[in-house]
């Protein structure tokens, strides 16, 4: 089995795309991008239908092999996309792995995204499968690697940042890649096709506040409505970029709007689906048990209407509508 690190995916990927990805690691946001570059290079391939398993116990592994097994019943091109979250089913996974691979396809291709803080990549069991599939290598990045994804993202998004701005952006969000991520592009967003200036970049940096955007959310989905005000205004006080406050409020307010279409799932798998930490669990319930689908969705209208004004400088009290999010829920 081929064995590669994150970086070197893309360049993979342009030479030949496999029908079996295992990706490793520790760092959601490129286990993350690793699962979409696959899909997307599967799609012009016409792997266009997608199944999505999280795997929480062996039962669910019957699902997956009913679909390799019935090729009548889902004879399109297809990729199977499985989410394991648990550390101590490496025995399992390797057992299951010679099922799959004795039932799959040149119609279908299996991604296996497993959250694992050590794994033995050189294992024997792995090595037997070396002409099947891939392992992505999904680590922490060191210093010198995160400089390069930062350029990639930079690229990628058609923007050009001063050298010395890209080290003051690794000094700040080394180990810290998903914040690292929301400041790219909080950067695209504000500077579209642009150069980008180290004074530009300091001006949405701040490191000394003693509240996050984080504590801000928080207090607003538990209904603090007084701590909420105090933790804007102190965000506000330390020039916290509103692009900020509002993509980081979007991504939990969405979170929550899905909860309440899906009644049936269970809440637990779903937060854990969508990245939240454990300890936020009980917040999201509660604040989904008890806000209105109305409340959500003008808050939303009003995020949109704060980024709409920033983006095309429309003059409005920015202050003021931040203030009405903190306000509205409950």
């Known amino acids: ?19 079996f990805y295992l990706i490793l690691g520790k760092e959601n946001i490129l286990i993350e ?30 699902k997956i092999f ?17 989410i394991i979250k648990k550390n101590n ?45 891939t392992i992505v290598n999904c680590s922490s990045l060191n210093n010198n690697q995160l400089k390069k994804w930062i350029n990639f993202k930079i690229k990628s998004n058609k923007i050009t940042i001063e050298n010395q701005a890209k080290l003051i952006l690794c000094k700040y969000y080394l180990n810290n890649l998903l914040e690292l991520k929301q400041i790219i592009d909080i950067i695209c967003l504000l500077w579209p096709n642009s150069y980008v200036t180290t004074l530009q970049i300091k001006k949405i940096i701040n490191n000394s506040t003693n509240f996050s955007i984080l504590n801000w959310i928080d207090a607003i989905l538990s209904n603090q409505k007084k701590e909420s005000l105090k933790i804007l205004n ?5 020039k916290f970029h509103p692009l900020m406050l509002i993509k980081a409020l979007t991504n939990n307010l969405l979170i929550l709007i899905n909860m309440k279409r899906q009644n049936k799932i269970s809440f637990n798998a779903f937060l854990q689906k969508n990245k939240v930490y454990k300890n936020r669990y009980c917040l999201f319930i509660n604040a989904c048990k008890k806000c ?28 003021n509508k931040l203030e009405d999010l903190s306000l509205i829920l409950f």
């Open 89 to 133: 089913v490496y025995n399992q996974l390797i057992n299951n792995l010679k099922k799959i691979f004795n039932l799959i396809s040149s119609d279908t291709i299996i991604i296996i995204n497993y959250y694992s803080w050590s794994i033995q990549y050189n294992s024997y069991k792995l090595n037997n499968f070396n002409t099947l599939g």
């Open 33 to 62: 991008e690793s699962t979409k570059l696959i899909i997307q290079t599967a799609y012009k391939k016409e792997y266009t239908k997608k199944f999505f398993f999280i795997l929480e116990k062996e039962s669910d592994w019957l």
């Open 234 to 238: 102190n965000l506000i006080k330390n």
């Open 292 to 319: 209105t689908n109305t409340q959500l969705y003008k808050m939303i209208h009003i995020i949109l209407l704060i980024e709409t004004s920033i983006k095309k400088n429309i003059n409005i009290s920015i202050d």
């Open 66 to 82: 009913f679909i390799l097994k019935n090729k009548l019943l889902f004879n399109n091109k297809k990729v199977i996309i499985i």
């Open 1 to 19: 089995m081929l064995y590669i690190n994150y970086q070197h995916l893309i360049s993979n990927l342009n030479t030949q795309l496999n029908l």
